[in-house]
């Protein structure tokens, strides 16, 4: 099975990390992230990355190249792509896939835009209770999943 279509069981059949390493390790040599191929995203963001896929797979059928890295996942309320694939046509084509993503809920699909949300660390100084933000989680999420997740609109 090559990359693409590996990566195309990925989005429909794996849910973890674990399975993935499980079932495909033995296939990948070490490169970009902890398992080349493996798709991190949530099921909102599947279909724009399914169609990017396919459309990087005509690329690769088309103009006979050789695809040994596809790595998706989140990052930063973003879309990240590496690819080992430096021709222009795929290089439109993950950037397009990027730009819907960023107006695109990662939970459901819907309409979305960037979203935070706190962490804090909780400490006594002098005797007195303090509270600090120590950091930001970011999302793209519809009004619905920020909402029910704790996330506010950045």
Same mark, same amino acid.
Not at 110 to 115: F, M, S, V
């Given at each position: 099975? !090559?990359?693409?279509? %590996?990566?195309?069981?990925?989005?429909?059949h794996?849910?973890?990390?674990?399975?993935?390493?499980?079932?495909?390790?033995?296939?990948f040599?070490? $490169?970009?992230?902890?398992?080349?191929?493996?798709?991190?995203?949530?099921?909102?963001?599947?279909?724009?990355?399914?169609?990017?896929?396919?459309?990087?797979? @005509?690329?690769?059928? /088309? !103009?006979? %190249?050789?695809?040994? $890295?596809?790595?998706?996942?989140?990052?930063?309320?973003?879309? /990240?792509?590496?690819?080992?694939?430096?021709?222009?046509?795929?290089?439109?084509?993950v950037?397009?896939a990027?730009g819907?993503?960023?107006?695109?809920?990662?939970?459901?699909?819907?309409?979305?835009?960037?979203? /935070?949300?706190? $962490?804090?660390?909780?400490?006594?100084?002098?005797?007195?209770?303090?509270?600090?933000?120590?950091?930001?989680?970011? @999302? $793209?999420?519809?009004?619905?999943?920020?909402?029910?997740?704790?996330?506010? @609109?950045?």
């Amino acid at each position: 099975m !090559d990359p693409v279509n %590996l990566t195309r069981y990925f989005l429909l059949h794996c849910d973890s990390y674990e399975a993935v390493h499980k079932r495909f390790a033995d296939r990948f040599s070490a $490169t970009l992230g902890r398992l080349p191929g493996v798709v991190e995203i949530g099921s909102g963001w599947r279909p724009l990355v399914w169609e990017m896929l396919e459309c990087i797979e @005509k690329v690769v059928v /088309r !103009d006979n %190249l050789e695809v040994h $890295t596809i790595l998706i996942k989140d990052k930063f309320g973003g879309l /990240r792509v590496r690819c080992d694939i430096q021709a222009d046509d795929v290089l439109k084509l993950v950037n397009n896939a990027i730009g819907e993503a960023e107006k695109t809920c990662e939970q459901c699909g819907q309409p979305g835009w960037l979203c /935070r949300k706190e $962490t804090y660390r909780r400490d006594v100084f002098n005797g007195f209770q303090v509270v600090e933000v120590v950091d930001y989680w970011y @999302k $793209t999420l519809c009004s619905v999943h920020a909402l029910s997740s704790g996330y506010e @609109k950045a």
